[in-house]
């Protein structure tokens, strides 16, 4: 079974760009998570999807970036315009509900460097 | 700020010895879950401890919880140079929150 897949694994852009990233979940998993990680620090949640709501979006800093999950399947994160300190590695993670027992599962993530 | 605490913050020892990883939070869980994460690599679930559990086995790892202290412990027993690695705990009530890591190194 395939796990978490993410594009693109790495990308540089200059600074006031946009950049987006694709999620695709495993297969039947509910839950879509995007975490942030800076360099030596932990994840952290930038939003929670339930199917296609988004559930918990209180870290997501809206004025630039969005993302949305059509369908409830695959999901889109994007970062417009990009800033300097938005580079870090962009994480997606899936599970299969939302029960506290459930394991997430986590993409290799999406490496950001903004120059 | 969302996150816990682990501590140490990096940890070098000898292969084949013990590995132990602590961790501290400050509100009520209702499990507790331990991460291992690869240098350039995503996050990989190792254990789960419940909320009214006080150890938890699987295989090499050993986790502990102690909810009085707001704290659990993670102990790799017979240490190995693949156990190289960011570990992380995240406790999860309505999310999960990850703490900030131990960057565990292995030296052969």
């Known amino acids: 079974e395939a796990g978490v897949v993410q594009s693109p694994r790495y990308k540089i852009i200059e600074k006031k760009q946009p950049v987006a990233f694709w999620c695709n979940p495993i297969?039947?998993?509910?839950?879509l998570y995007w975490y942030r990680q800076n360099l030596g620090q932990g994840p952290e949640l930038l939003i929670r999807y339930e199917n296609e709501e988004a559930v918990d979006d209180s870290q997501l800093p809206k004025d630039r970036f969005s993302a949305e999950r059509l369908k409830g399947v695959d999901s889109t994160l994007k970062i417009q315009p990009a800033e300097l300190g938005d580079s870090a590695v962009y994480l997606c993670?899936?599970?299969?509900?939302?029960?506290?027992?459930?394991?997430?599962?986590f993409g290799e993530g999406s490496w950001l460097t903004v120059v | 700020s969302q996150q816990g605490e682990e501590d140490p913050q990096a940890l070098s020892i000898q292969e084949g010895e013990n590995a132990t990883m602590n961790c501290s939070y400050k509100t009520s869980i209702n499990n507790l879950q331990w991460y291992r994460q690869n240098s350039g690599r995503g996050l990989v679930h190792l254990i789960l401890i419940r909320s009214n559990e006080r150890e938890k086995h699987s295989g090499r790892l050993r986790v502990t919880l102690d909810t009085s202290k707001k704290s659990s412990s993670l102990l790799i027993t017979a240490s190995r140079a693949a156990d190289t690695a960011s570990y992380f705990c995240?406790?999860?009530?309505?999310?999960?929150?990850f703490g900030k890591g131990t960057r565990l190194h292995i030296l052969p």
């Open positions: 297969s039947g998993h509910n839950t």
């Open positions: 995240a406790r999860r009530d309505d999310k999960i929150i």
């Open positions: 993670a899936s599970s299969l509900e939302r029960v506290s027992g459930n394991t997430i599962y």
